[in-house]
């Protein structure tokens, strides 16, 4: 199959370097690199010790010449190559040049010293570098004082392990090799298949040849592990050969795997039942990394995950359980959607995340239907619904103009919104002519690449669709924003007929154009005598309508039936004075879509904040965790920014108070034997709202005992970090750091470098992040850069402590003081989040003006910078014209 997928990507990459992209001799590629040489196979070998600051490579790469050239692009970063060699058809050796042309973006030109004709050629770097510092590339960490070397190397940060062709549409097969000290262990893509000494105290090993790969998928990893064998996972009628799986984790944590090598076979037979194609890779490995960047990522045959994620034991937080599940459900559907089909280009990168997203849920209702994953569905993409209300906003398929544009896409627009608008046309089609759609995808572009066009071709073919459905379907691709729907009923011959119209949902404040139309398939649930009926239309109109049969009269219309559309529907006050009263006829999914709604419209300046208490307080009594919480997130909104004196916020205290603490209470404070997950999941949500958003008394008391008993020193002089219920310790901890101050600040972050326990170190965190006192605050911060705290921990320190205007100036004031230690820390995947990690949850113009007169001339520091802040400089914008907008006087 390789032989077919390299005429794919051949014609492919020729076809896409337009003018945008195309790069003439002396022009360096300012987005891919041009089409005509192409990468066939990449031998990768490095020496590599854990406890050095470098390491050394050696990468050979096979490469096509298409046309005359006397030089040839790729990339590289912080790459010292002592040695370039061109090997030219005929055997012959040219010394070659390695420039680094753009140095920032990773852009390298090897010169060949003559102009060569087209022709296979071999080229062999020999180089040094050092083991990156910030989670990038080849990366270095340390767990328990032991160092560690492994690999991240999506989205564009091969180029820091090896010169290479660093993107998607070139894929080949990879020859890895590690040379490495001999009582190290070593991982990668594929199976172990030889080991040799290597000299005194070294030994190499060699992996079997992996099937075709993008640079970003290739990983390996070195250093002291635990590796546990698991059951081989058993053959079934897509794949004929046992897999075997395996979990590696840092010396001394592999016994706590035992829960997630559990669960994976059931993901993986789901995953090949439901695409008809066995798991194409030679083994999985499931590796918790002691530090890590992104939550997880799919590398082929080797998956790497945070650690909290994979190291379980009977005493781990809820959210820690299912998380792992979730998680691991996630990066396996990639095995399918972004491994063995893989995205040509980053701006359809949805083709990945969005896909793994869908299937992610579509699993673990499968398998653990308790876990709810289609409210999980539901409550993302109303997520991103709200980065999606912003002028700025990215559309699913966001051309990329730069390095910048790769890093920012992995947001709630390509997972969340794509995974929602994948299941909005696979409700309109039907799940089984869906499913025929991605069968047909996933064999007609195996072990190659793809594009939107491709898959939707498949579903439109598989549905019998023509060109009306791929519009639609691309509308929601191919621009930004939510479709606002609105509802009218009206009586016409007898019949009841509903009237449709859409345009862009804007928010109070908003400067953008709501004259937009998309393909909507517009679903909505209506009464009738004997319940309800459910009738679909597709609004691909700025009006429309749709006869409902068998309404009775009066009727009643839930225009979201089953929230299985992406798009909001307006609400004004008399809208919800009608459906207030039918909520508990609907699905729990509708419940949830119902409480968008009413936020939506509170945002668009239809409802007041009375309005507001008035349509959530149904739900509240729901006995189901996602929908009962819901109106939690609006009315603390009301409470930290619309209430402006101690007898509206004890209004809405109160109103928290009726609605979520005899719940609370009567769960108890301390997990119990037997109990679901679901309920220790919803007394850590009731009891952090209560205490730290609402301040009740009686929940901050409860909390408080419980992390005065963590704080306790035992007889080791250790904290008794396990006499906190494992789902509040953050909780309590930060209760503890709130009423006890210094005593209890300098007690965790002494704790912090003790311990190893991923999910104690984010109970001491939460903690931490807990701190209000202004001095005990900046001591936090400051913290937060040094080494105890992980790269990948670093954002939760400082993320918090940002509730009220004072605290926001204090924030301000220590971020600008520490602006370069945490640019060079956290490094360039990184700069997207820099002006949210600076302002978010600001709500003042004055916050927004000087956000953006500090980044305005820093926007080049790193990539990304430029998208980062205009999203938050237009959220700050939005946030002060609804808080302008209330009146406090509605909260009754």
């Not at 949902?505 to 937009?516: H, V």
């Amino acid at each position: 199959m390789h032989r077919l997928a390299r005429p794919f990507m051949l014609t492919a990459l020729a076809a896409c370097c337009g003018a945008a992209f195309a790069a003439t001799a002396d022009q360096t590629p300012q987005g891919r690199l041009p089409g005509w040489a192409i990468p066939q196979s990449y031998q990768i070998a490095f020496k590599v010790d854990p406890a050095q600051q470098d390491f050394s490579g050696t990468t050979t790469i096979k490469v096509k010449l298409t046309q005359a050239s006397d030089h040839v692009w790729l990339d590289g970063a912080a790459l010292k190559v002592s040695k370039v060699d061109i090997i030219d058809a005929a055997g012959k050796l040219h010394a070659g040049k390695y420039v680094e042309a753009d140095p920032k973006a990773g852009v390298v030109r090897v010169d060949f010293g003559s102009t060569l004709k087209p022709q296979d050629l071999t080229l062999k770097f020999e180089y040094t570098a050092p083991l990156n510092a910030q989670l990038q590339g080849l990366y270095k960490v340390t767990a328990k004082g032991k160092p560690y070397a492994m690999t991240q190397m999506e989205p564009i940060s091969a180029r820091f392990a090896f010169p290479s062709f660093d993107e998607p549409g070139f894929k080949t097969p990879f020859d890895i090799s590690l040379t490495i000290p001999s009582d190290q262990v070593g991982v990668a893509n594929t199976q172990q298949v030889k080991e040799v000494a290597a000299g005194k105290g070294w030994k190499t090993l060699t992996f079997a040849q992996t099937l075709p790969l993008p640079t970003y998928l290739v990983a390996f990893g070195v250093g002291p592990w635990d590796v546990v064998k698991a059951p081989d996972i058993s053959p079934d009628a897509y794949r004929a050969k046992p897999l075997p799986l395996r979990g590696i984790a840092a010396a001394g944590e592999g016994h706590r795997m035992q829960h997630v090598l559990g669960e994976t076979p059931s993901i993986i037979h789901a995953l090949e039942n439901y695409y008809g194609f066995g798991y194409p890779w030679d083994k999985l490995d499931l590796l918790a990394a002691p530090d890590f960047e992104a939550g997880a990522m799919e590398n082929a045959g080797l998956v790497t995950f945070r650690d909290w994620l994979l190291l379980i034991d009977k005493d781990s937080p809820a959210r820690n359980v299912q998380g792992s599940f979730n998680v691991n459900a996630h990066e396996l559907a990639h095995q399918w959607t972004g491994d063995t089909v893989t995205t040509e280009w980053w701006n359809d990168i949805w083709l990945n995340e969005a896909f793994a997203t869908w299937m992610q849920q579509k699993v673990t209702m499968e398998v653990h239907p308790e876990y709810r994953a289609d409210l999980d569905r539901v409550r993302g993409a109303q997520g991103a619904m709200s980065n999606d209300s912003l002028v700025s906003a990215r559309s699913i398929r966001q051309p990329i103009t730069g390095n910048g544009d790769i890093m920012t896409a992995f947001d709630g627009i390509t997972y969340q919104k794509g995974a929602s608008v994948i299941a909005m046309f696979e409700n309109y089609v039907g799940e089984k002519t869906y499913q025929k759609g991605m069968r047909a995808y996933i064999q007609k572009q195996k072990f190659g690449n793809a594009t939107a066009d491709d898959l939707v071709s498949a579903i439109a073919a598989a549905a019998d669709k023509g060109d009306a459905f791929k519009h639609a379907f691309k509308s929601f691709l191919d621009q930004s924003g939510v479709p606002y729907i609105a509802t009218k009923l009206e009586q016409k011959d007898g019949k009841t007929v509903l009237q449709l119209s859409q345009n862009r949902y804007l928010p109070i404040g908003s400067t953008g154009d709501a004259q937009r139309i998309w393909g909507v398939p517009v679903c909505v649930r209506y009464g009738t005598a004997d319940g309800s009926k459910v009738s679909c239309e597709m609004l691909d109109k700025a009006t429309g309508s749709m006869t409902l049969a068998g309404a009775s009269n009066p009727t009643w219309v839930m225009p979201n039936a089953n929230a299985s559309g992406y798009y909001r529907f307006s609400l004004g006050k008399d809208g919800v004075a009608a459906l207030v009263k039918q909520v508990g006829k609907f699905s729990d999914a509708e419940q949830l879509a119902y409480a968008d709604a009413v936020d939506a419209s509170f945002r668009h300046g239809d409802l007041d904040a009375g309005d507001v208490l008035t349509a959530l307080q149904p739900l509240t009594s729901s006995k189901i965790r996602e929908v009962a919480t819901a109106p939690l997130g609006q009315v603390g909104w009301i409470y930290r920014n619309e209430a402006t004196t101690d007898a509206q916020r004890a209004r809405l205290a109160a109103w928290a108070k009726d609605a979520y603490l005899p719940r609370l209470e009567q769960l108890g404070y301390q997990r119990k034997a037997g109990e679901s997950e679901d309920d220790a999941l919803m007394r850590s949500e009731l009891a952090g709202s209560l205490a730290f958003g609402f301040k009740l008394p009686e929940v901050r008391a409860a909390l408080l005992k419980q992390g005065e008993a963590a704080l306790k020193p035992k007889a080791d002089g250790r904290l008794d970090l396990a006499a906190a219920d494992p789902d509040l310790l953050g909780d309590a901890l930060g209760m503890a750091v709130q009423e006890h101050g210094k005593s209890a600040v300098d007690a965790l972050i002494a704790e912090l470098p003790k311990t190893s326990d991923p999910a104690l170190r984010n109970g001491i965190l939460g903690g931490l992040a807990s701190v209000e006192d202004p001095a005990l605050t900046e001591q936090v911060r400051n913290f937060a850069l040094t080494k105890p705290v992980k790269v990948g921990e670093m954002a939760m320190l400082l993320r918090a402590g940002r509730d009220t205007e004072t605290q926001r100036d204090a924030m301000w004031t220590w971020f600008t003081a520490h602006y370069q230690q945490i640019i060079e820390r956290t490094g360039s995947f990184s700069g997207g989040r820099l002006p949210s990690l600076a302002a978010g949850g600001s709500c003042t113009t004055a916050e927004g003006d000087r956000l953006q007169a500090f980044f305005k001339p820093r926007v080049k520091d790193a990539a990304g910078i430029d998208r980062g802040l205009a999203q938050t400089s237009e959220s700050i914008q939005l946030c002060s014209a609804l808080k302008a907008k209330q009146d406090p006087a509605t909260i009754r």
